[in-house]
């Protein structure tokens, strides 16, 4: 015959039972949950701080090769002048020989 004492006995232990270990189970996943939240805001700081310092030596980077490129297209654009007569001025040739070159 079942005894209805050691029934109920044993009901309310595995319900107890039950309890803590769905308390326990709460406990740690909670505590796993929080660790994983701090982990989780540490590897947000760091990509933050990552994307800051990449921002920054972008924004460098831009900076100088506008620079270059100003100083390139500046020296690419400028013409130089065309002499339509060469004169020269040397001791070396008398002005006879000086009035043939400029008359040519």
């Known amino acids: ?8 006995t044993g009901l309310v232990k595995l319900v107890t039972h039950s309890i803590v270990f769905g308390l ?8 796993y ?4 939240l701090d982990r989780l805001k540490t590897d947000l700081l760091v990509v933050t701080a990552n ?14 090769s506008t ?12 013409v130089p002048e065309i002499v339509e007569r060469v004169v020269y ?8 020989g000086l009035n043939l070159i400029n008359n040519e």
């Open 33 to 36: 949950g929080k660790a994983e």
């Open 24 to 31: 326990a189970w709460f406990y740690q996943s909670d505590k």
């Open 51 to 64: 994307a800051e310092a990449t921002n920054k030596s972008l924004s460098a980077y831009a900076e100088t």
């Open 1 to 8: 015959m079942i005894d209805i004492a050691s029934v109920k």
């Open 89 to 96: 001025k040397n001791v070396c040739i008398d002005e006879e």
């Open 67 to 78: 620079k270059i490129r100003t100083r390139t297209v500046t020296k690419l654009i400028k």
